[in-house]
């Protein structure tokens, strides 16, 4: 479904993405780990096309859309989500939603029906809501939803877009135990029709959710390959001296 | 309704001298108001507005002045040509953001006036005098003040009401995303950049209009009207009327024009004597004004008015 080569980005001196490469199966929860800097998040945004690459290919669906603009990508079903929620803090949550509904469904240089008469929207808005455990809250503004709320939402805008590739940067993000807890459900739900790239730094989330894991060191793809076989790997503990017990943990 | 029976009164009280003044008023609302969309709803501090109200006064004045009364000839070519040289200026400017899209639309801005100024055929800096007002071949004349009055009146409340749709439409929804979070927009599928040059090249055009609408009115024409002092004003007039609100140009527009009048016409005893020529700086008042509003009234007048937040 998706295939990376050799994809590089620098920032000044330091190549953030040195050569990634790398495959997403189609029908997989496919897990990114790697060491605080590894480059997880840039390559998120290379692959989303919020940044450009320097060099390399990507490769959706057979598509080259290395050069292509990031509301392409998202049109073809390629769509991120963000570590840092990036909501829309003054509008409702409906009207998040709705907006996210609106891209990807006709277009928006509509300049004289009213938004507010299309139920449509409004309908495919409350039923994204409902599947992220936001049901009773589209009227609050996103601004004054809790933590773990606003995440939801933040997840709940890609849905809203219906990708077939979902590349999800750290769904529970400063979440407590219950809500990560309910994230990891979430996600383990989606898995039937969403394609899903993860990247995760909860060990417990990742071990639960993915059918591969690829581990990401210093802007490259140390191993890739089923849990297990990660949890073996010589190399990915070495990489992970500091976070060791992490692995241990769930080993 | 203030609107439409304010000649009535006027006219009771024999100040027809008004008459002409309100239709500046309304004539600078539509410039203002197109301006909002731009700033209030798209988030681009244009510093260039001037430019598009100036192309439309001037390809207006010079229909008239090649011999086309007709407005219906002489205003849509006005319209046209701001929106497309909007468009030309947006789709380089917006490539910028922040101090530097202020200070490009700004540069933009007055290269249009130094072209303008250098226009000898066309009075070049002295401005061009126009043998009538436009004609609208359809009986009512607008030669007259009163009829002036309601076509702008008119104009306006047409293009408010269009304004309103707008920013109720899916595109005014994208658009206001796009202001509010723009990366996050461009993450769900926008082109935002394609929608921020659409709302610049409409309000362009809108702006174009209103300049049409200027020249017609006082039958002259001059550089001073792109200079950028005048996009100065217009942003001045959104910010004091309520940035990102359906009236806020209108507001703004009036407020700003009645204090100057007051200002230069009204000799008040005690700041006279604390700076004797205060009437030959009209804009001192307004500074004042200004600085009242942006500390106790962030959402501008408009938002005095209402409880709602910021669209």
């Given amino acids: 479904m998706l295939e990376v080569r050799n994809l590089r980005k620098r920032f000044g001196g330091i190549a953030a993405s040195d050569g990634v490469s790398l495959q997403v199966k189609q029908g997989e929860v496919h897990a990114l780990i790697g060491p605080n800097g590894a480059g997880k998040t840039t390559l998120i945004a290379q692959l989303s096309g919020s940044i450009a690459s320097d060099a390399g290919e990507i490769l959706f669906l057979g598509q080259d859309v290395t050069r292509q603009k990031q509301y392409t990508r998202v049109k073809a079903g390629l769509v991120r989500s963000y570590q840092i929620t990036s909501i829309f803090q003054r509008f409702t949550v409906l009207d998040n939603l709705a907006l996210a509904v609106q891209a990807r469904s006709g277009s928006s240089l509509s300049f004289w029906r009213p938004v507010a008469a299309e139920r449509a929207l409004f309908e495919q808005a409350r039923a994204v809501a409902a599947e992220v455990g936001l049901a009773g809250k589209e009227d609050a503004l996103a601004a004054t939803l809790a933590h773990g709320e606003q995440r939801a939402l933040e997840l709940g805008l890609a849905l809203a877009t219906r990708p077939k590739l979902l590349l999800l940067d750290e769904p529970t993000a400063g979440m407590g135990p219950e809500e990560s807890q309910r994230m990891i459900e979430l996600v383990d739900r989606l898995r039937i029709r969403v394609t899903v790239l993860l990247v995760e730094h909860d060990m417990d989330a990742v071990f639960r959710l993915a059918d591969r894991i690829s581990v990401l060191v210093n802007g490259r793809v140390l191993a890739t390959g089923a849990p297990e076989e990660i949890r073996a790997n010589a190399e990915v503990r070495r990489a992970y001296l500091g976070d060791a017990q992490s692995l241990e943990a769930v080993a | ?311």
């Fill in chain 2, 1 to 311: 309704m203030f609107f439409v029976a304010l000649p009535i009164v006027l006219k009771a009280a024999d100040q027809t001298f008004y008459l002409s003044f309100a239709s500046r008023v309304l004539i600078t609302a539509l410039a203002a108001t197109s301006l909002n969309l731009v700033l209030g709803y798209g988030g681009m501090v244009s510093f260039g507005h001037a430019a598009f109200v100036g192309t439309g006064a001037y390809v207006a004045s010079i229909a008239l002045a090649e011999g086309i009364p007709s407005a219906w000839i002489g205003w849509p070519a006005a319209v046209l040509a701001s929106g497309l040289a909007a468009l030309l200026i947006g789709a380089i400017s917006l490539r910028t953001r922040g101090v530097y899209f202020i200070m490009i639309t700004l540069a933009f801005a007055q290269m249009v006036y130094y072209l303008v100024n250098s226009m000898k055929a066309y009075g070049g800096d002295e401005g061009l005098t126009l043998p009538s007002r436009a004609s609208l071949g359809l009986g009512p004349d607008l030669g007259d003040e009163l009829t002036f009055y309601y076509v702008v009146l008119a104009i306006l409340s047409l293009a408010l009401f269009s304004f309103h749709r707008l920013i109720h439409s899916r595109f005014g929804r994208a658009l206001v995303a796009i202001r509010e979070n723009e990366a996050r927009a461009e993450a769900l599928g926008f082109p935002t950049l394609r929608y921020k040059l659409v709302a610049f090249a409409l309000a362009g055009a809108a702006g174009g209009l209103a300049g049409a609408l200027l020249a017609s009115h006082g039958k002259y024409v001059n550089p001073n009207i792109l200079h950028w002092t005048q996009s100065g004003t217009l942003l001045i007039m959104v910010i004091l009327g309520g940035v990102g609100r359906l009236w806020g140009g209108v507001i703004g527009a009036a407020a700003l024009l009645l204090l100057e009048h007051v200002m230069a016409e009204h000799r008040f005893a005690w700041l006279a004597a604390l700076a004797p020529n205060y009437q030959q700086h009209a804009s001192l008042g307004v500074g004042i004004v200004l600085l009242a509003v942006v500390l106790y009234a962030p959402q501008g007048i408009a938002g005095l008015f209402s409880k709602k937040t910021h669209a």
